[in-house]
């Protein structure tokens, strides 16, 4: 309890001077149709990233890879994104984070097709590596304009953003799984590209049409590399990145070993391994569609830590639970626990150090989206997928607490 009162009295600090000073604008202002606009780039982001994977396996086929070659091809798309995502935050700082929002989906859009053109694992590498810099780009710019865009309607909306993301990546998923036995990769991906180039050119039109509100009574004075509180700015973010690495860590986790850990060790069928995935997938959606509520009743540190701590409970049911519907419900409340971590980080991350603030958060996470997978691999091949699987509870709680030493500094 005592610990809870504590957070109660920092939940208001969780509302910036912004949202407590002035009235949100209504949902006619322009800023309406800009978060319209930029939560269709967000969407769009998932859905492209979703057509993607579901066609790795015929990509594989295609180039006849093994599955070494393919891992090291992959790779390729982590390495583009993490180079690109420090040099977006530089060119959202001199071009604004808006129009680059717009150069790294339409850069996204074209690269999606050109991975069913590839025949060789060597050219397979270098478009993933395009893939991965527009993917990397579209994430730093698009958190970019929401962190703006967030001060400016005056209300913790980040978590409805990655809703939009969440969603586009199950209708991306959904459709290529409906349309694999009908079109062929090359069309597949082709349309999907087109698709996400219209989108671009109608939601950019928008996008960019919108003027920025006047900020007032910024929270606290910029800080450059050379002022004196840079050292603090950078140290909080991060700390904010390390908390989106924890989330990421168990999303990337969740989804390379939550189907095998229902199969293999929790006696599931596959169907019943993939409704539950997609259970846990709902789940976040879910979480994050009601995550600008949440924030505004409970505060963002608060949601941030119970959320924390109900992914922690929930993995630890998940993986240890030798029944199915206790297994499931376990991933369900993981989805629900993760879900608003992330984007609140990267909210706050943003906040506290501006466009480089949120490339240097969002680089971190994608480290642990990175990072998760191969881990836990090890761990199980030490000790046992279960076992392997709590690691997940333990960077849950971590990312849990460490938003209450942000506060507190």
């Known amino acids: 309890m005592p610990l809870l009162n504590k957070i109660r009295a920092h939940s208001r600090s969780d509302r910036s001077p912004l949202q407590s000073r002035s009235t949100p604008p209504s949902p006619d202002t322009p800023w309406g149709a800009a978060r319209l606009a930029l939560t269709a780039f967000f969407a769009v982001d998932g859905f492209l990233f979703a057509a993607w994977v579901v066609r790795i396996p015929d990509v594989r086929s295609q180039v006849n890879a093994s599955h070494s070659a393919l891992g090291l091809a992959l790779l390729c798309v982590s390495a583009g994104a993490v180079a690109t995502m420090p040099l977006v935050g530089r060119l959202c700082l001199r071009y604004g984070s808006r129009p680059v929002t717009v150069g790294s989906l339409a850069l996204l859009g074209v690269a999606v097709p050109l991975p069913a053109h590839a025949h060789t694992v060597a050219a397979l590498g270098g478009v993933l590596l395009l893939f991965g810099a527009g993917y990397g780009a579209a994430n730093v710019a698009m958190n970019s304009a929401a962190v703006d865009l967030v001060a400016e309607l005056r ?47 109608a939601a ?20 450059t590399d050379s002022s004196p509180g840079a050292p603090k700015v950078r140290l909080l973010v991060l700390l904010l990145g390390f908390t989106a690495l924890c989330c990421a860590y168990g999303e990337g986790a969740i989804a390379d070993w939550a ?76 989805g629900l626990g993760l879900a608003n971590i992330f984007p609140l980080a990267i909210a706050q991350a943003g906040a506290t150090g501006g466009p480089q603030g949120v490339a240097l958060a969002s680089t971190l996470g994608y480290a642990g989206m990175l990072v998760g997978p191969p881990v836990i691999g090890f761990l ?30």
């Open 380 to 409: 199980a091949d030490a000790a046992s997928l279960p076992l392997a699987l709590t690691t997940v509870a333990a960077a849950a709680t971590v990312a849990a607490f460490l938003p209450l030493t942000v506060r507190r500094r």
């Open 259 to 334: 189907t095998l850990h229902l199969t293999d060790d929790v006696h599931a069928t596959a169907g019943t391994a993939a409704a539950g995935y997609a259970a846990y997938a709902l789940a976040m959606t879910t979480g994050r569609v009601s995550g600008t509520w949440l924030s505004i009743r409970l505060g963002q540190t608060r949601v941030m830590l119970l959320g924390g701590l109900t992914a922690a409970a929930g993995m630890l049911l998940a993986a240890l639970a030798p029944a199915v519907p206790l297994a499931l419900a376990g991933f369900v409340l993981v």
């Open 155 to 201: 209300r913790p909306v980040m978590p409805s953003f990655h809703a939009g993301y969440s969603l586009g990546g199950l209708l991306g998923a959904g459709i290529g799984g409906l349309l694999a036995g009908t079109l062929t990769t090359a069309w597949a991906l082709g349309l999907s590209g087109l698709l996400g180039l219209a989108v671009t050119v």
């Open 204 to 223: 950019g039109a928008v996008l960019l049409r919108s003027p920025a509100a006047p900020l007032v009574a910024p929270a606290r004075p910029a800080s």
